[in-house]
């Protein structure tokens, strides 16, 4: 089976669903939407987004998390740099991304992801955001992100970016 973007619904975190049953596979990611990620939305700290399939609403497929963010220009390839001012330049944060280890291969992630950027781009239009930013947990998550055209940032976090497309 692979998701789609019809078929999936991406809604905010809450009460309704269970975050006891999800498994990614990563035990901190599985700890951050059990003990951390309500906490974080309502100390306006993260927005957390969660995938449900209709007829399984309380289930969680799989989430990601934005939250404001800067970078510094010197830590962007020169290309982009030279464009920019030498103050920190304004980015969204994917702080965490994962997909429950029953949703694993089939999309989601991508899915996901595509959203998060999409989401970043309509908020981008009232605040200014020049690059979305992740930190991958491992190598894996690096080539996943590397897959969707992020690159490597130029600084001692290992962050990867991906400009705000116009
Ligand atoms: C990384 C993760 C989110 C990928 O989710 P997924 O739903 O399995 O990914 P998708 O099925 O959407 O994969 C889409 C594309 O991403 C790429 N991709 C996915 N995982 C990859 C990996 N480990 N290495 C390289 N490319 C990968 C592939 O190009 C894939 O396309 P394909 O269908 O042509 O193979 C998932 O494995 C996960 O939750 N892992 C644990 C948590 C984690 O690492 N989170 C990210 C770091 S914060």
């Known amino acids: 089976m692979s998701f789609g973007a019809d078929t999936i619904r991406i809604e905010p975190l809450g009460a309704g669903h269970n ?5 990614c596979g990563n035990e901190s990611l599985d700890r951050y939407i059990r003990e951390q990620a309500g906490q974080d939305t309502r100390r306006d700290t993260a927005r957390v987004f969660v995938a449900v399939m209709p007829d399984q609403p309380r289930h969680i497929l799989g989430f990601f998390t934005l939250s404001a963010a800067t970078v510094i220009a010197a830590e962007l390839p020169p290309a982009m740099e030279k464009r ?9 944060l994917i702080g965490r991304l994962a997909v429950d280890q029953s949703a694993l291969g089939q999309g989601l992630g991508g899915i996901l992801l595509a959203d998060a950027v999409k989401k970043t781009k309509v908020a981008a239009a009232t605040v200014a955001m020049a690059v979305i930013v992740v930190d991958p947990i491992d190598e894996n998550a690096r080539a996943f992100y590397s897959a969707f055209g992020f ?3 130029d600084g001692p976090q290992r962050r990867m ?5 116009a």
């Not at 920019?84 to 969204?92: E, F, N, S």
């Open 19 to 23: 975050r006891l049953a999800f498994h």
């Open 161 to 165: 970016f991906l400009a705000v497309p």
């Open 151 to 153: 690159a490597s940032l």
């Open 84 to 92: 920019l001012p030498r103050h920190p330049i304004p980015a969204a």
